[in-house]
């Protein structure tokens, strides 16, 4: 452990759009390519899923790709929602408990259980 403490340096606002329907838990089927580090790493803080239309129960997973192995590292529950003018999107965040560190050149991939679109973002900072 560094005598020193390291902070963020660079914002990071990574984002995707998935769609296509993938039930996989092993990191295998498509996958959207939300974030990769910088050489210096990075660290994200929020991982916030907005649907694009009307969903049904389901899951969003996100993953953690070290460039050999594929890890999930969430699933994210989705309700059933029918948006309107009195109905919003449906929307989930995820803040884990400590920041997410991602080692330079790893990536965070996502994937949707059933073929609806959401949008996903990554918030962070990179070293």
């Given amino acids: 452990m560094s005598a020193n403490p390291s902070f963020a340096s660079t ?15 092993d990191g295998t089927g498509t996958l959207g390519d939300l974030h990769t580090a910088g050489e210096g790493g990075s660290r ?5 899923v907005v649907a694009s239309g009307t969903t049904t129960a389901g899951v969003v997973r996100v993953f953690y790709d070290d460039g050999s192995t594929v890890f999930l590292l969430k699933e994210l529950l989705v309700e059933a929602v029918t948006p309107g003018t009195a109905e919003e999107v449906f929307v989930v965040e995820w803040i884990p408990t400590v920041p997410l560190i991602v080692e330079p050149t ?3 991939k996502v994937s949707t259980h059933k073929a609806e679109g959401f949008n996903v973002f990554a918030i962070g900072g990179g070293f």
């Fill in 44 to 48: 994200i803080d929020l991982i916030r």
């Fill in 11 to 25: 914002p990071i606002a990574g984002a995707v759009s998935i769609s296509t329907a993938n039930t996989n838990r």
């Fill in 106 to 108: 790893h990536e965070l």
